[in-house]
T-cell receptor
Framework: DTGVSQDPRHKITKRGQNVTFRCDPI?????LYWYRQTLGQGPEFLTY????????KSRLLSDRFSAERPKGSFSTLEIQRTEQGDSAMYLC?????????FGPGTRLTVT | KQEVTQIPAALSVPEGENLVLNCSFT??????LQWFRQDPGKGLTSLLL?????REQTSGRLNASLDKSSGRSTLYIAASQPGDSATYLC??????????FGIGTKLQVIP
């Protein structure tokens, strides 16, 4: 049984660089979510896809952030011109009903 | 705007004790509530999902209840073990879209 996978697991980048993260959901799951989590906080919702359609975006998702889910399979989250405040764990989850299954996350450090 | 509060923020108990974690939410028009555990630096593991029409769910030593009208859920852990040490998060959703998390309760079970 393959769960949700995320790549890379860790990313260190310099301020101003662009980064892209990938999420592979559980194969039959049509819904996919991105969250951001900082130390000591719960995950904060960023965006949601149903199949390939991006149906909701948080106000947290500034114009430097973009997410895609081509063909309704894997998804990518890109952050342009990274800032130190972008340092966080980026979590992906998928679901087919109401229950969400999370990946291991990508830890981003912006220096 | 939905707000989720978890009390206590941290809890330390001796092994074998039964314990209760609390979650409250401000908007009772929820679709479901889900409890997760998170180990340090890791993703989230789903524990229990309660649909809005349900009152409780059980899995092994875990029991979660939901009272929509009062905006509360509890997670009961029976006969706690050191391996239960983790942060426990509750999350509520309105439909399949935005999900709101609490900050979590950090549990330590002392051998």
């Amino acid at each position: 049984d393959t769960g949700v996978s995320q790549d890379p697991r860790h990313k260190i980048t310099k301020r101003g660089q662009n980064v892209t993260f990938r999420c592979d959901p559980i194969s039959e799951h049509n819904r996919l979510y991105w969250y951001r989590q900082t130390l000591g906080q719960g995950p904060e919702f960023l965006t949601y896809f149903q199949n390939e359609a991006q149906l909701e975006k948080s106000r947290l998702l500034s114009d430097r952030f973009s997410a895609e889910r081509p063909k309704g399979s894997f998804s990518t989250l890109e952050i342009q011109r990274t800032e130190q405040g972008d340092s966080a764990m980026y979590l992906c989850a998928s679901s087919v009903g109401g229950e969400q299954y999370f990946g291991p996350g990508t830890r981003l450090t912006v220096t | 705007k939905q707000e989720v509060t978890q009390i206590p923020a941290a809890l330390s108990v001796p092994e074998g004790e039964n314990l209760v974690l609390n979650c409250s939410f401000t908007d009772s028009a929820i679709y479901n509530l889900q409890w997760f555990r998170q180990d340090p630096g890791k993703g989230l593991t789903s524990l229990l999902l309660i649909q809005s029409s349900q009152r409780e769910q059980t899995s092994g030593r875990l029991n979660a209840s939901l009272d929509k009208s009062s905006g509360r859920s509890t997670l009961y852990i029976a006969a706690s073990q050191p391996g239960d040490s983790a942060t426990y998060l509750c999350a509520v959703s309105r439909g399949y879209q935005k999900v709101t998390f609490g900050i979590g309760t950090k549990l330590q079970v002392i051998p």
